[in-house]
């Protein structure tokens, strides 16, 4: 007689074969569709820079995604509907999709922040996403094949698309909210932490590896225009090259971007390798002393090469000893050390500075970040509030 369990594992493996068959068979069908969609749009005019810098001004200065913030709040951006939960299919994929809350239940837990003075963000909205994605790139977002595809678990495939947008890329557009939230409240208070976002691999024109939207473009382009910030470094060290961003911003010289990764992991993207501004090669195997080593000097470079106005850091927790994905050898004090060390940079240099948890694949990874950020208050890099005296 089956248990409960074997059910289960029996109901995901057919599920799971199903999907894999309905990939493979519609894929022909995909790209033919996309052939045609780009043939037919290949007669008209694309509008001027002039015209779609306008119209990306309008959208970014008609959202409500920025909004003042109370001074009893501290500048931790979290929100309940971060946390991924679709039928257990969310567990085909090895990053912890409910990570984001354990991170905030250790914080509550060990007396570093108050749930209730954590901010709440927007879910960004269709205007909000345009100004860097493509019309042709949401609209594809409406398949569940095509969403399937970009965060890799095939049988989401299967499920009717109004449910796909409900349980998987709602979660994602409410983290979206809170990084380009982040970039005010750093202006405003010095930092910030989005305990989500991150999702590097994602540029205006296509998603990938888990990413569906390029939450860290858009932070900088609507801190280009609300802010009045025009030189931005992005510090990415998660431990895959964060080929999204540099595709958005190729050749844009308001943008400095420090990227170090393990080149012999996803995505090999050697086209978008070519924008990054300071590339520093981490190889499978790299232990911590030599990281942090790298990471020193990387830091040293960086400063004497740019002046930014806003620090984007992309802190992703699979460099972890043992993170399938990562291949790395970082301890967990490592990764305290490496957040301390950005932190550190910015502070010195009276740089705002937005922090982003991006990925990390161990059911580790949410205690790791919560002890980091707790050493950061620790050690008076951040305010969160634990030393204020009630009034």
């Known amino acids: 007689m089956w248990t409960e369990s074997t059910r289960n594992r029996v109901i995901v493996i057919v599920l799971t074969f199903a999907a894999t068959v309905k990939l493979s068979h519609s894929l022909y069908r995909y790209k033919l ?20 810098e306008s119209l990306r001004r309008s959208r970014i200065l008609s959202s ?15 929100s309940s509907s971060y946390d991924i939960a679709f039928l257990g299919i969310e ?32 879910q960004a909205s269709k205007e909000d996403l345009l100004v860097v994605h493509t019309e042709a790139y949401l609209k ?32 994602f557009r409410n983290q979206v909210g809170g990084t380009i939230l982040a970039a005010k409240l750093a202006k405003e208070r010095g930092w910030a932490i989005n305990v989500g976002g991150g999702f590097h691999h994602c540029c205006g024109a296509k998603g990938g590896g888990f990413c569906a939207y390029a939450d860290i473009s858009l932070c900088i382009h609507f801190a280009f225009v609300w802010l009045n ?30 990227d170090m990764y393990n080149p012999g992991i996803y995505p090999f993207d050697y086209e978008a ?48 000893d043992g993170d399938p994905l990562g291949r790395l ?14 932190f550190k940079f910015a502070r010195e240099r009276n740089i ?13 990874s949410a205690r790791v970040i919560a002890d980091s950020i707790t050493n950061l208050s620790n050690k008076s890099l951040i305010d969160t509030g634990r030393n204020r005296t009630s009034t």
């Open 33 to 52: 569709r996309r052939s045609k969609a780009r043939s037919g749009t290949m007669s008209l005019a694309p509008p001027s820079e002039t015209d779609a």
């Open 64 to 78: 409500k995604l920025y909004f003042d913030v109370p001074s009893s709040k501290v500048p931790l951006i979290y």
């Open 91 to 122: 567990k085909l994929h090895p990053f912890d999709s409910a990570k984001w809350g354990r991170i905030c239940r250790f914080l509550s837990m060990d007396d570093v922040v108050e749930k209730n003075c954590l901010v709440e963000p927007k």
């Open 140 to 171: 594809s977002l409406k398949s569940s094949l095509d969403v399937a595809m970009i965060i890799e678990v095939p049988p989401v495939a299967l499920f009717p698309n109004c449910l796909v947008q409900q349980k998987v890329l709602g979660p």
């Open 229 to 258: 910030i025009s030189r931005v470094m992005i510090i990415d060290l998660d431990a895959h090259q964060g080929n999204g961003h540099e595709t958005d911003f190729a050749n844009d010289s308001r943008v400095y971007i420090l």
């Open 273 to 320: 390798r070519r924008y990054i501004d300071q590339r520093v090669e981490v190889p499978s195997g790299t232990t911590t002393a030599e990281y942090l080593r790298k990471l020193d000097e990387a830091l040293e470079v960086a400063a004497h090469n740019f002046e930014p106005e806003l620090v984007v850091y992309n802190a992703g927790t699979d460099i972890l």
């Open 329 to 342: 050898k970082i301890s967990p004090d490592g990764i305290t050390h490496r957040d301390e060390k950005v």
């Open 352 to 364: 705002p500075i937005v922090m982003l948890t991006s990925g990390g694949y161990m059911k580790s």
